[in-house]
Structures are given as structure tokens and as C-alpha cells.
């Protein structure tokens, strides 16, 4: 079964706790206002890949040595049979291994909705982050963009890892680079890419392409 992905990477340490690995889904039909990943909304179909192919790399990039994986997008439940194949993977890899890694997943749909429409799915994750991101409730929940959202434990490993909240250090970005391309990975405060994007500026480096504009 194949899976549109917008891209993956290891380790991210921004978007819940310890080392993680981050795959980010490709394609989005909500669109909110003021979303930082513009990138992972349209459909295309030269992203799709094969969820074995996937779970092969998280092994070999990761050396079973994790404390997560995230799951954002893009929207994940507007792809509800790659994402149960990738969930089904993600637990037997976790079982086989004998891991302990935990599944968070994002979603910009109303928990309400995820509950009567994917309770399936929901049985399989250890905590989501759900509600559409609304860009005049910030938060400074380093894991959340907008106060109506807060992460939801649906496990007993969820509940370990997640009942509590984080250090309240503050919101961080993490830089990464493919070779090509700078990923800045994480929840911003509201201005901070454009704060960013003007010390580039000011020190001569000027984004040719940006993720959170049309």
C-alpha cells in the first residue's frame, strides 16, 4: 500500500518528548488560516511511496533507538488506510523490537469527529493533538499552535508520557537540511518565521521559497 509523504526525518526533538522520528503526510483540505505547512496541502501524486518502503527507513535511520514518532502533516486522517497500515507497522516493529517508542499524531480535525469517525485509528495512536488550528488563540504549549489544542492520551503509554505537560521552556524550532532545502521543524509563536525570515535578511540570505505563504 502506497502513502503520500511530504518528507521524514530523525531525530526531531520538537514535537513531543525525547528523540523522535517526524513523517509528515501530504495533502490537507482544511486549510487553516495561518498554517505554517502550506507545502503539505496539495494532492500530489509524485510524494506517494510504499509504507514498507517507510517503515524500513524509520529502522534504518533511527537504529531502534527512539522515544517517538509524530505524525503531522498534511492531514493524516484524510489518508485513514496508509495511516492504519502505517500504525499497524509502526506497532508491530514496536512489538517485535520490544521498543518502547510512543505514537503521537496531529490532526486539524475536531476530536469530536475523530472519535465518531476513526475511533479505529484512535486505538492505535498513544495521544493525538486534534482541532483546527485558529491563528487568534496562540498557545505557548511548545507542542501546540493554538490553545484549543493540547495533547490527548489514548493509552496507558500515552498517559505516562503525556497527562503531564512539558517543561514550559518555551517554544523551539529545529533547523534541518536535505542537501537542497532548510526545514524548520516545530510549533512557531505567532511572528517568529517572520522575525526570522528579516535576520536572513539583514544577513544576506533571502528565502526563495517559503511554506507558511501562498
Excluded at 485513514?80 to 518502547?100: I, N, V, Y
Excluded at 517508542?101 to 486534534?130: K, M, N
Excluded at 504549549?141 to 514550559?168: F, I, T
Aim: glycine fraction near 10%; aromatic fraction near 8%.
Amino acid at each position: 500500500m502506497n502513502i503520500s509523504i511530504n518528507k521524514a526525518h530523525f531525530p526531531v526533538t520538537v514535537l513531543g518528548p525525547g528523540r523522535r522520528i517526524g513523517i509528515w503526510m501530504q495533502g490537507c483540505s482544511i486549510g487553516c488560516k495561518g498554517c505554517v505547512s502550506r507545502d503539505t496541502w496539495a494532492q500530489e501524486a509524485g510524494r506517494a511511496m510504499r509504507v514498507a518502503d517507510l517503515l524500513a527507513w524509520c529502522e534504518q535511520v533511527s537504529g531502534n533507538a527512539l522515544d517517538g514518532v509524530t505524525i503531522s502533516g498534511g492531514e493524516p486522517f484524510e489518508q485513514p488506510a496508509a495511516l492504519d497500515r502505517l500504525l499497524r507497522r509502526l506497532a508491530r516493529w514496536r512489538e517485535q523490537r520490544r521498543l518502547d517508542f510512543d505514537i503521537l499524531c496531529y490532526s486539524g480535525y475536531p476530536l469530536a469527529t475523530l472519535r465518531a469517525q476513526h475511533a479505529a485509528l484512535l486505538g492505535r495512536l498513544d495521544a493525538v493533538i486534534a482541532e483546527p488550528y485558529v491563528d487568534a488563540l496562540p498557545s505557548e504549549h511548545p507542542w501546540c499552535g493554538s490553545s484549543n489544542q493540547q495533547p490527548v492520551p489514548l493509552s496507558k503509554r500515552g498517559e505516562q508520557r503525556y497527562a503531564s505537560l512539558p517543561d514550559p521552556a518555551g517554544k523551539r524550532i529545529q533547523a534541518l537540511a536535505d542537501g537542497q532545502r532548510v526545514w524548520y521543524v516545530g510549533i512557531p509563536s505567532r511572528g517568529d518565521m517572520a522575525r526570522l525570515e528579516a535576520l536572513c535578511h539583514e544577513r544576506g540570505v533571502d528565502f526563495a521559497q517559503v511554506s507558511w505563504r501562498p
